[in-house]
């Protein structure tokens, strides 16, 4: 059974809370697509072309330290170039089309990797809720951050994600919109799985 669940939206809006939750919930495989671009990046941020980088990257390539501030910018970077993403696509698509499900979640999979998704879900919430969480986290696994950097850091990103021409940030017209700022993660998983079992 092939079925796809594309889950979009703003850094640190809790999608990847969710996704995962999601996947375990149905038995579906889960890609993190955000890591592709994190991995394009670490090897840019130690002196290789980024075109060249997408186009030789591997699964191996998809481990090590890349949930810094300094990866996680240079991602925003990377995805700006449309070859970048262009070769990162074939990847992506062969993941969704896996037999068994899968979830997959980034900023263009409704829109682009997976037009044609059986569930979409677009998930945010507001600039400094997020900041909040991901301060919490960073803070967490023991990095030297401010609430006022990490805040700094999301609004550039989500800048740069939604006003970049290929790809760009945004709901697919048929998104179903869950705005987590108000909800316990219980609740935001809650929430997915009601939409997904709807199309199911
Ligand atoms: O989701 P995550 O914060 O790990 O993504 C890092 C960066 O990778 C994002 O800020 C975005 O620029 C880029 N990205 C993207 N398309 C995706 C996933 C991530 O452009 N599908």
Not at 29 to 41: E, F, M, Q, S
Not at 140 to 157: C, F, I, K, S, Y
């Amino acid at each position: 059974m092939r079925f796809t669940v594309a889950i979009d939206g703003p850094a640190a809006a809790g999608k990847g809370t969710v996704s995962k939750a999601v996947a375990a919930h149905f038995g579906f495989a889960h890609l993190d697509t955000g890591l592709l671009y994190r991995a394009v990046a670490a090897k840019v941020l130690v002196g290789a072309d980024p075109v060249a980088a997408a186009k030789a990257l591997t699964a191996e390539d998809l481990t090590g330290d890349l949930r810094t501030p300094a990866v996680a910018q240079e991602a925003s970077r990377v995805a700006v170039i449309p070859e970048v993403r262009t070769a990162l696509v074939d990847f992506q698509r062969a993941f969704a089309a896996r037999a068994g499900g899968a979830v997959l979640d980034g900023r263009d999979i409704g829109t682009v990797i997976c037009p044609e998704a059986e569930a979409k879900l677009f998930v945010t919430a507001s600039a400094e809720v997020r900041a909040e969480r991901r301060f919490l986290e960073l803070q967490g696994n023991g990095l030297d951050v401010t609430r006022a950097g990490v805040l700094a850091d999301v609004q550039e990103r989500d800048a740069r994600d939604s006003e970049r021409s290929t790809a760009p940030l945004k709901p697919a017209l048929d998104a179903v919109v869950i705005d987590t700022s108000d909800m316990s993660i219980d609740e935001a998983v809650a929430a997915a799985i009601a939409v997904i079992e709807e199309k199911r």
